[in-house]
């Protein structure tokens, strides 16, 4: 073992103390685990229904009938939880996805064995209230404990206290020994299982031995390692492609990472470009499918919204003629989507409407803001009317909070990633606002703080966060936070 792979693997030791596992063995122990829980989650309804509502005998209850349907539902979500925790394990997911297929998997375990009682001829020997409750109450059941388990997998990973892949590295000393410090390996689940030093694999001439790549390579391999990572300049298409050559033989993954120090930027896939493949380093953050989806949502919800809401409207107009001299509604220019210009549609809550590049922002015993202002803007009532904002394509339900063009502008110079938040339409409410992350921003920690929680929604967008932070938007006390 290299002095460079004593001293990495000393460092893991010191920062945290390691449980070293293996990435089969993991997801054997979730297949096992979920499993043995939607069998409980199946059986235990049903035996508590035949013998509490409907009070049938001890003796009668069909136990060994639901036993073996329990045991198959389980043993089907398992399989389906094994091959879930495989795909979050490598990174190739998202959580959101993962708890999507927790409700698909329950939901596609349920129907095949149901499927298979009903080809066995016992279908109706099973109580359809039962396997209705059963289904009902799996779902949440499930949902929490992957949201559980996956969080307390990513925390223990995140601290290098959970390493499963084991890594093999190639390079010259100084671009190996850079990336190993550089890296953090082992707050990524890895750890290292051995290293090669270009410098090292050559012959009395000065000439690469390519037989010594497939040497290690084999070593490994035999040694468990899931990776073998190539450091340097990879430029170098030609020396790349001959290197990859000599391992086909293996069953392994070859990666090439580049030699600096910057680990900021990130590569973020392969695409198809021309003759040639591409590395991507941006993607635009939704597909296609994904903004169809979204945006009928959004015309759904807010076509409901304004017809339920209507009477408010009507009431919360009248009051605010009442309360003070000027219009009801107010529109003020707006920053939204890829930084096109808009104007968002808002209960008039003070005494003037200020907008454009001149104005000044609300602040908490602004003598600006009006008595039944205070009031709409603490419940958010004054937000309301962007739902004609959302019909018209121009904000979502749910997004990061647009804010007035001046403001935009100050707090763009404070934090370069602010503007990456105008790549998806801007929302009613978003996933900052939940968070407790409202009002004015007159702090860094407030800008960089919001700012963090809008780019977390926009790589982790799902439709089920949209409903979940619709929910929050309207129950947790969070959203009410530093209203002004």
């Given at each position: 073992?290299?002095?460079?792979?004593?001293?990495?693997?000393?460092?893991?030791?010191?920062?945290?103390?390691?449980?070293?596992?293996?990435?089969?063995?993991?997801?054997?122990?979730?297949?096992?685990?979920?499993?043995?829980?939607?069998?409980?989650?199946?059986?235990?309804?049903?035996?508590?229904?035949?013998?509490?509502?409907?009070?049938?005998?001890l003796g009668e209850i069909p136990f060994a009938l639901y036993g073996i349907y329990s045991s198959v539902l389980g043993v089907l979500y398992g399989a389906f939880s094994a091959v879930s925790a495989n795909q979050f394990l490598d990174r190739a997911q998202h959580p959101h996805t993962s708890l999507a297929q927790s409700v698909l998997g329950w939901t596609a375990a349920f129907a095949i064995a149901l499927f298979g009682a009903f080809f066995l001829g016992v279908a109706d020997e099973l109580s359809r209230v039962s396997l209705i409750v059963a289904y009902v109450l799996g779902v949440p059941v499930l949902l929490?404990?992957?949201?559980?388990?996956?969080?307390?997998?990513?925390?223990?990973?995140?601290?290098?206290?959970?390493?499963?892949?084991?890594?093999?590295?190639?390079?010259?000393?100084?671009?190996?020994?850079?990336?190993?410090?550089?890296?953090?390996?082992?707050?990524?689940?890895?750890?290292?299982?051995?290293?090669?030093?270009?410098?090292?694999?050559?012959?009395?001439?000065?000439?690469?031995?390519?037989?010594?790549?497939?040497?290690?390579?084999?070593?490994?391999?035999?040694?468990?390692?899931?990776?073998?990572?190539?450091?340097?300049?990879?430029?170098?298409?030609?020396?790349?492609?001959?290197?990859?050559?000599?391992?086909?033989?293996?069953?392994?993954?070859?990666?090439?990472?580049?030699?600096?120090?910057?680990?900021?930027?990130?590569?973020?896939?392969?695409?198809?470009?021309?003759?040639?493949?591409?590395?991507?380093?941006?993607?635009?953050?939704?597909?296609?499918?994904?903004?169809?989806?979204?945006?009928?949502?959004?015309?759904?919800?807010?076509?409901?919204?304004?017809?339920?809401?209507?009477?408010?409207?009507?009431?919360?107009?009248?009051?605010?003629?009442?309360?003070?001299?000027?219009?009801?509604?107010?529109?003020?220019?707006?920053?939204?989507?890829?930084?096109?210009?808009?104007?968002?549609?808002?209960?008039?809550?003070?005494?003037?409407?200020?907008?454009?590049?001149?104005?000044?922002?609300?602040?908490?015993?602004?003598?600006?803001?009006?008595?039944?202002?205070?009031?709409?803007?603490?419940?958010?009532?004054?937000?309301?009317?962007?739902?004609?904002?959302?019909?018209?394509?121009?904000?979502?339900?749910?997004?990061?909070?647009?804010?007035?063009?001046?403001?935009?502008?100050?707090?763009?110079?404070?934090?370069?990633?602010?503007?990456?938040?105008?790549?998806?339409?801007?929302?009613?409410?978003?996933?900052?606002?939940?968070?407790?992350?409202?009002?004015?921003?007159?702090?860094?920690?407030?800008?960089?703080?919001?700012?963090?929680?809008?780019?977390?929604?926009?790589?982790?967008?799902?439709?089920?966060?949209?409903?979940?932070?619709?929910?929050?938007?309207?129950?947790?006390?969070?959203?009410?936070?530093?209203?002004?």
């Amino acid at each position: 073992m290299s002095h460079t792979e004593l001293g990495y693997q000393g460092i893991e030791r010191r920062r945290a103390r390691r449980v070293v596992a293996n990435q089969a063995v993991l997801c054997t122990g979730f297949a096992l685990g979920e499993g043995a829980l939607a069998a409980l989650a199946m059986l235990v309804p049903a035996l508590f229904y035949h013998g509490m509502i409907l009070n049938v005998p001890l003796g009668e209850i069909p136990f060994a009938l639901y036993g073996i349907y329990s045991s198959v539902l389980g043993v089907l979500y398992g399989a389906f939880s094994a091959v879930s925790a495989n795909q979050f394990l490598d990174r190739a997911q998202h959580p959101h996805t993962s708890l999507a297929q927790s409700v698909l998997g329950w939901t596609a375990a349920f129907a095949i064995a149901l499927f298979g009682a009903f080809f066995l001829g016992v279908a109706d020997e099973l109580s359809r209230v039962s396997l209705i409750v059963a289904y009902v109450l799996g779902v949440p059941v499930l949902l929490l404990t992957r949201t559980v388990a996956y969080a307390a997998i990513t925390s223990r990973i995140r601290a290098g206290r959970l390493q499963f892949q084991k890594v093999a590295v190639v390079g010259s000393r100084a671009d190996t020994v850079r990336f190993l410090l550089n890296g953090n390996l082992w707050k990524t689940g890895y750890r290292l299982a051995g290293t090669l030093y270009l410098e090292e694999a050559v012959d009395a001439d000065g000439n690469f031995r390519e037989g010594a790549i497939v040497e290690f390579a084999r070593h490994w391999v035999a040694g468990g390692a899931e990776f073998i990572v190539f450091v340097g300049e990879i430029g170098d298409i030609d020396g790349l492609e001959k290197l990859t050559n000599e391992l086909k033989r293996f069953a392994i993954n070859v990666v090439c990472v580049p030699a600096t120090d910057n680990v900021s930027f990130k590569f973020l896939d392969v695409v198809p470009l021309g003759p040639n493949n591409a590395l991507r380093s941006l993607r635009k953050p939704m597909s296609d499918g994904a903004v169809l989806a979204k945006r009928i949502f959004d015309v759904a919800g807010a076509g409901l919204g304004l017809l339920l809401l209507s009477p408010l409207f009507a009431a919360v107009a009248l009051l605010i003629k009442l309360d003070s001299d000027g219009p009801v509604f107010y529109r003020q220019e707006r920053r939204g989507f890829n930084g096109r210009t808009f104007h968002i549609w808002k209960f008039r809550s003070m005494t003037v409407t200020e907008s454009g590049r001149k104005m000044t922002q609300a602040r908490v015993g602004d003598k600006r803001i009006t008595r039944i202002g205070a009031f709409i803007r603490r419940t958010s009532i004054d937000e309301l009317p962007q739902l004609i904002n959302v019909l018209s394509g121009e904000m979502s339900l749910v997004g990061p909070r647009p804010h007035a063009l001046m403001h935009d502008d100050e707090l763009g110079e404070q934090l370069a990633s602010y503007a990456h938040r105008q790549r998806i339409k801007p929302g009613i409410s978003g996933w900052a606002q939940v968070n407790g992350y409202r009002g004015e921003t007159s702090t860094f920690e407030q800008i960089e703080g919001r700012t963090r929680h809008d780019l977390y929604y926009i790589d982790n967008w799902s439709i089920f966060l949209d409903c979940w932070i619709i929910v929050l938007t309207v129950f947790s006390s969070k959203t009410r936070r530093n209203a002004v």
